[in-house]
Structures are given as structure tokens and as C-alpha cells.
């Protein structure tokens, strides 16, 4: 029976995967290319959700991309298992960083697969330069910010 989630904070953005075998690398779990594609649909669901998409970005000119990225994988998950993406918004300076976290967990047992950390930064699409976050971000990614201790 599948274990209830214990994230690392209140009420994360969740995005479920299933293992199959495309994801199974030679050591035979999921490579950790895979966790980092995950984190990397997640946090495009999560900017979804929050209203903010790529057509956004177009007309603004502006992309959050990433900065720094630090993965800790700590356990493995194998093909057939169930897991469980959480995403939080964890800090934003308002003007042109943020920080996104993540916390994989396998649905059977509740285990914590994989956290991870992203650096953010607000840059201009057409130049790819920094520039100040447009208030649609401000607005959009800000209210989504969560401030409790790990």
C-alpha cells in the first residue's frame, strides 16, 4: 500500500511519474538523467499552473533559466514503481533570482529518491542577458514563494 508523502515542506506542486523501462540505465534503476528531466517537467508544470507559460515568456521577452542546479540522489527506483515529484518556489529577490527545490519520492514505501536545487535567473529571450524580472513574474512566481524552514 502506497505510503502517504512526507515532504521536506508544506503543500508542494506534485507531478507523478511511472518508471518503464526507457528510464532503466545499465546499472538497472533510473539514470539520473531521468530525475533531472522530471525536475525539469515539474518545474514547467508548476510555472503552468502559476499562469505563466511559454507564449508568456515570448511576448515579454523574459525566461527563467537556470543558474546553478545541485542534485542529491540518494536512493534508486526501478521499473514498474510509482514515484512522486514536489516543487516549491523558495526564495525570488523580486528583481531578477529565484529558487526552485525539488523532493522525489517512490509512492510504495514514502523513501526520498532525489532533492534538488535550482538557481534561477531572470534573462531577456531575445539576448539571452539578465534583466530585471517583468511583473507578470514578480506577480506570478512571487505568490507561489514559501518561506518555512527545511
Known amino acids: 500500500m502506497p505510503q502517504a508523502p512526507n515532504w521536506d515542506r508544506p503543500t508542494p506542486f506534485t507531478?507523478?511519474?511511472s518508471?518503464?523501462?526507457?528510464?532503466?540505465?545499465?546499472?538497472?534503476?533510473?539514470?539520473?538523467a531521468v530525475y533531472v528531466d522530471w525536475c525539469q517537467q515539474a518545474g514547467w508544470s508548476h510555472s503552468l499552473a502559476l499562469g505563466l507559460n511559454l507564449e508568456d515568456y515570448r511576448r515579454l521577452d523574459a525566461a527563467m533559466v537556470i543558474r546553478r542546479a545541485?542534485?542529491?540522489y540518494i536512493l534508486s527506483a526501478y521499473a514498474g514503481q510509482e514515484c512522486v515529484m514536489g516543487t516549491w518556489?523558495?526564495?525570488?529577490?523580486?528583481?531578477l533570482i529565484m529558487e526552485r527545490q525539488f523532493q522525489l519520492q517512490r509512492k510504495?514505501?514514502?523513501k526520498t529518491l532525489l532533492r534538488a536545487t535550482w538557481q534561477l535567473v531572470s534573462v531577456r529571450m531575445s539576448n539571452?542577458?539578465?534583466?530585471?524580472?517583468?511583473?507578470?513574474?514578480?506577480?506570478?512566481y512571487g505568490q507561489a514563494v514559501i518561506t518555512a524552514p527545511q
Do not use: C, W
Open 15 to 17: 507531478l507523478d511519474f
Open 19 to 32: 518508471v518503464d523501462s526507457s528510464h532503466i540505465d545499465g546499472i538497472g534503476h533510473v539514470n539520473n
Open 70 to 72: 545541485d542534485y542529491d
Open 89 to 95: 518556489l523558495t526564495a525570488s529577490d523580486g528583481k
Open 108 to 110: 510504495i514505501d514514502g
Open 128 to 140: 539571452g542577458k539578465p534583466r530585471r524580472m517583468p511583473p507578470e513574474f514578480v506577480q506570478g
